[in-house]
């Protein structure tokens, strides 16, 4: 092998033979299994497209896999909880398909108070009869915060104000309900005043239709 140098004016030529050192190790030809290892080590994304292409794999159907398992890898570094218990919840637990625990079963929710109510033994029946309507009420009216108390006053007077109206006890039940909540600063007069104007608005049509 030859090295040729010009030069600087560029007029003549000279040839000089090249001696290769000897740690020089030349070049190996490129052979099949040359090419195999060189394939080996091709970038992830060069890989992938090129088992995509040759799988005839569709390229959207491919992206959502690759989604789907980053998804699922972010969900396994997170650390999930139960609504109820406060206890961790495992990866199989967030990834089910049973119902959601914020998820309030009222049919349930009202067996399981009238189980409650039925242990006590000072209370009358009429009280718990009443308890037990305005709690179910309240739970399924999403009552949670303290301004909400005069509407669901209100709104409860006209569900239930022909069947407050049927027996005086529950009657009483109501009014020292109103009193309580208005001790508590919870309702005002004013609301306490048109629930018994809907009550007696109920008892004439009662009267009327007698």
Excluded at 56 to 84: A, E, G
Excluded at 176 to 203: D, F, P, V
Aim: one cysteine or more; proline letters at 4%.
């Amino acid at each position: 092998m030859c090295h040729e140098i010009l030069d600087i004016a560029g007029i003549s030529t000279a040839i000089v033979p090249f001696q290769p050192d000897q740690d020089c190790v030349p070049p190996e030809p490129l052979t099949d299994e040359n090419a195999l290892l060189n394939h080996a080590v091709l970038p992830d994304a060069i890989t992938r497209k090129s088992t995509i292409q040759r799988y005839n794999i569709d390229p959207q159907i491919s992206d959502i896999v690759l989604r789907k398992r980053f998804s699922l890898s972010q969900l396994s570094k997170r650390k999930f909880y139960h609504s109820r218990i406060y206890q961790p919840m495992e990866l199989e637990e967030v990834l089910s398909e049973g119902d959601s625990e914020d998820e309030v079963d009222d049919e349930v929710a009202d067996f399981e108070e009238l189980r409650r109510l039925g242990n006590f033994d000072n209370v009358t029946n009429a009280e718990k009869k009443f308890m037990h309507m305005w709690n179910s009420f309240i739970r399924k009216q999403r009552v949670r915060a303290n301004g909400h108390v005069p509407w669901a006053c209100e709104a409860f007077v006209k569900v239930h104000g022909y069947e407050l109206l049927e027996c005086s006890k529950l009657t009483w039940c109501w009014r020292l309900l109103s009193i309580k909540l208005w001790n508590h600063g919870l309702l005002h007069a004013r609301t306490i005043n048109s629930c018994s104007l809907i009550l007696q608005q109920y008892e004439a049509e009662i009267s009327a239709n007698k």
